[in-house]
């Protein structure tokens, strides 16, 4: 098992860009979330999905938009990119939305100018 | 707004000694879960505590789920460099799907 991969590791966007981090698990899990880690902040929940075709709002959900078509994937969009994105971005699953054992990916280090 | 604060938040240590982390809110939880991240990485999951007052030790690292199920503690003994690392404490949030995560004990442990 490859666990959960992401994609890109680093990306710089300009302000106002569009783009979107792949996120994947091929653990079968039902639950999957995004966090975003900033210094000294901790890691703050984006979005999360407890299956296929559900999703719902985390702590921070603005300027972020996901969906979750298939069981493997969750990709997280980023609508027009603002300096406050600049963060770390991990992705996370777990077997079910209360097991509440999260495997993280390695993470996606964005940068916005 | 439910929180979770650990305490301290930077520690630096010589190999050998002992240290304890702590993880403090004014909610309930019904499980609290500890982390360690090292830099460049997810963090990766060490223990889950469910049950107020319960113990768990995981070699030299010894974790407590408060009796009231608010709070818990991480005690390393004899530390060692490859404890270094940031610890993160994490818990859902009563009712929901949704996870929240403390801010973070940054641990350095020297040679």
């Known amino acids: 098992n490859a666990g959960v991969t992401q994609t890109p590791k680093f990306q710089v966007l300009k302000t106002g860009q569009s783009m979107t981090l792949q996120c994947a698990q091929d653990?079968?899990?039902?639950?999957m979330s995004w966090y975003r880690q900033d210094p000294g902040m901790g890691l703050r929940l984006i979005h999360y999905s407890v299956g296929a075709g559900i999703t719902d709002q985390g702590e921070v959900p603005n300027g972020y938009n996901v969906s979750r078509s298939t069981t493997e994937d969750f990709p997280l969009r980023l609508l027009s990119a603002a300096p406050s994105q600049t963060s770390v971005y991990f992705c996370a699953s777990s077997v079910r939305a209360d097991t509440d054992t999260q495997y993280f990916g390695p993470g996606t280090r964005l940068t916005v100018l | 707004t439910q929180l979770l604060e650990q305490s301290p938040q930077f520690l630096s240590i010589q190999e050998g000694e002992n240290l304890t982390v702590y993880c403090n809110s004014s909610s309930v939880f019904s499980s609290l879960q500890w982390y360690r991240q090292e830099p460049g990485e997810g963090p990766v999951l060490l223990v889950t505590v469910v049950t107020g007052g319960e113990v768990k030790k995981l070699k030299r690292l010894t974790f407590q789920f408060g009796d009231a199920r608010k709070d818990s503690s991480l005690h390393i003994t004899a530390a060692q460099p490859g404890d270094t690392g940031l610890y993160l404490c994490?818990?859902?949030?009563?009712?929901?799907?949704?996870?929240?995560f403390g801010t973070g004990t940054r641990l350095k442990v020297l040679a």
């Open positions: 653990m079968n899990h039902e639950y």
């Open positions: 994490a818990a859902r949030t009563s009712g929901t799907y949704k996870y929240i």
